[in-house]
């Protein structure tokens, strides 16, 4: 059983018990990408790192490693 099938099952149930259905599948995955997001910047806060932009200077390092390589 899918999401999809597991959505229909529970909004047949939700009807027959005069209940609002629930969500669809989906609906929350921006959210909890954004408190995944939030809770690893805190965490980087408590160990002393910053908390942004250490994608962006890894990746920026990693392409200059390369390019001093001649790669």
């Known amino acids: 059983m899918n999401a999809l099938h597991q959505h229909l099952l ?4 939700a009807a027959q018990h005069g209940e609002p259905a629930p969500p669809g599948p989906g609906t929350q995955d921006v959210a909890a990408l954004r408190a995944a997001r939030d809770h690893r910047r805190f965490e ?12 962006r200077l890894a990746l920026r390092l990693a392409l200059r490693r390369r390019q001093r390589a001649g790669v």
């Not at 529970?10 to 149930?13: E, N």
């Not at 980087?44 to 994608?55: E, F, I, K, S």
């Open 10 to 13: 529970d909004s047949y149930r």
């Open 44 to 55: 980087a806060v408590l160990a002393g790192r910053p908390a942004t932009g250490r994608l």
